[in-house]
């Protein structure tokens, strides 16, 4: 979560390619990329170490800081910086803890776009594979051309991968920022503010017969665990969307391993 200045313009240089039938449905995952690699603290303070940041530290007003507690501890980099600035605003532990959940309820929220975002870009890819295979099948392509064009298509499916790998990596990043804050305001441990979701494992739907967009597997929802707080929300988001970007991208390598075996 360093400094980001030449992000957009890289990020769309990088992952937006009119030439990709399947551009359009690119475009979301990039904004999220863009959202999600923004700093948490205004003024680019990242990767600095912060120490020292107890009660009396955490606000310019020392009965403010006495509010928060002297047991908050101490934090490094982003954390701490991060912390310090909604400490600096808060008037006490309550609304402190309102305005760090405040933050994860927008990242939760940008997850469910990119998750949604992200079904539409793998059943794009879907299709492809099906369309080709199907004209591979019936003559219309030779194999030369099909060859080619499968190519092409993994090569997309790779660069969609590493545009996931970022959004993701970002979102676990700042979600550790917000559940290790909350943690300090407290006292406890990160683990106590993560409950459940930090030792959930979503599970995968079996993939459906057939192929195309249709056929992908998608996560269960029944052991989904309940979120009470926001920061529990985005952890859970964030795993499911991992579990089952891994999951669609397996069944979309086996579609495409299976194109020229028509």
Same mark, same amino acid.
């Given at each position: =979560?360093?400094?980001?200045?030449?992000?957009?313009?890289?990020?769309?240089?990088?992952?937006?390619?009119?030439?990709?039938?399947?551009?359009?449905?690119?475009?979301?995952?990039?904004?999220?990329?863009?959202?999600? !690699?923004?700093?948490?603290?205004?003024?680019?303070?990242?990767?600095?170490?912060? @120490?020292?940041?107890?009660?009396?530290?955490?606000?310019?007003?020392?009965?403010?800081?006495?509010?928060?507690? $002297?047991?908050? @501890? $101490?934090? $490094?980099?982003? !954390?701490?910086?991060?912390?310090?600035?909604?400490?600096?605003?808060?008037?006490?532990?309550?609304?402190?803890?309102?305005?760090?959940?405040?933050? %994860? @309820?927008?990242?939760?929220?940008?997850?469910?776009?990119?998750? +949604?975002?992200?079904?539409?870009?793998?059943?794009?890819?879907?299709?492809?594979?099906?369309?080709?295979?199907?004209?591979?099948?019936?003559?219309?392509?030779?194999?030369?051309?099909?060859?080619?064009? =499968?190519?092409?298509?993994?090569?997309?499916?790779?660069?969609?991968?590493? =545009?996931?790998?970022?959004?993701? +990596?970002?979102?676990?990043?700042?979600?550790?920022?917000?559940?290790?804050?909350?943690?300090?305001?407290?006292?406890?441990?990160?683990?106590?503010? =993560?409950?459940?979701?930090?030792?959930?494992?979503?599970?995968?739907?079996?993939?459906?017969?057939?192929?195309?967009?249709?056929?992908?597997?998608?996560?269960?929802?029944?052991?989904?665990?309940? !979120?009470?707080?926001?920061?529990? !929300? %985005?952890?859970?988001?964030?795993?499911?969307?991992? $579990?089952?970007?891994?999951?669609?991208?397996?069944?979309?390598?086996?579609?495409?391993?299976?194109?020229?075996?028509a």
């Open positions: =979560l360093a400094n980001q200045g030449c992000t957009t313009s890289k990020a769309r240089a990088t992952y937006i390619d009119s030439a990709d039938v399947c551009s359009q449905h690119r475009e979301p995952l990039v904004e999220s990329q863009e959202y999600f !690699a923004r700093n948490l603290v205004a003024g680019g303070i990242g990767g600095a170490v912060i @120490g020292g940041i107890a009660g009396a530290l955490l606000s310019k007003n020392r009965a403010k800081g006495a509010l928060i507690g $002297a047991g908050v @501890g $101490a934090l $490094a980099g982003v !954390a701490g910086a991060y912390l310090k600035s909604k400490a600096d605003q808060a008037k006490d532990k309550k609304e402190l803890r309102a305005a760090i959940n405040t933050d %994860a @309820g927008k990242d939760n929220f940008q997850l469910n776009k990119f998750s +949604d975002a992200l079904n539409r870009l793998n059943g794009c890819r879907a299709d492809q594979l099906a369309r080709l295979k199907a004209d591979f099948k019936a003559g219309r392509v030779k194999e030369p051309e099909a060859r080619k064009r =499968l190519a092409d298509i993994r090569a997309a499916m790779a660069k969609d991968a590493d =545009l996931v790998g970022e959004v993701l +990596d970002d979102a676990e990043e700042r979600n550790h920022v917000y559940a290790d804050s909350a943690a300090k305001v407290d006292d406890v441990d990160r683990s106590i503010v =993560l409950a459940k979701a930090e030792a959930y494992q979503p599970k995968v739907n079996r993939r459906p017969s057939g192929g195309g967009a249709k056929s992908l597997p998608r996560v269960q929802a029944k052991p989904r665990p309940k !979120a009470n707080t926001a920061i529990q !929300a %985005a952890e859970i988001k964030r795993k499911e969307v991992k $579990a089952e970007f891994e999951a669609q991208q397996q069944a979309l390598d086996d579609d495409a391993r299976d194109v020229l075996f």
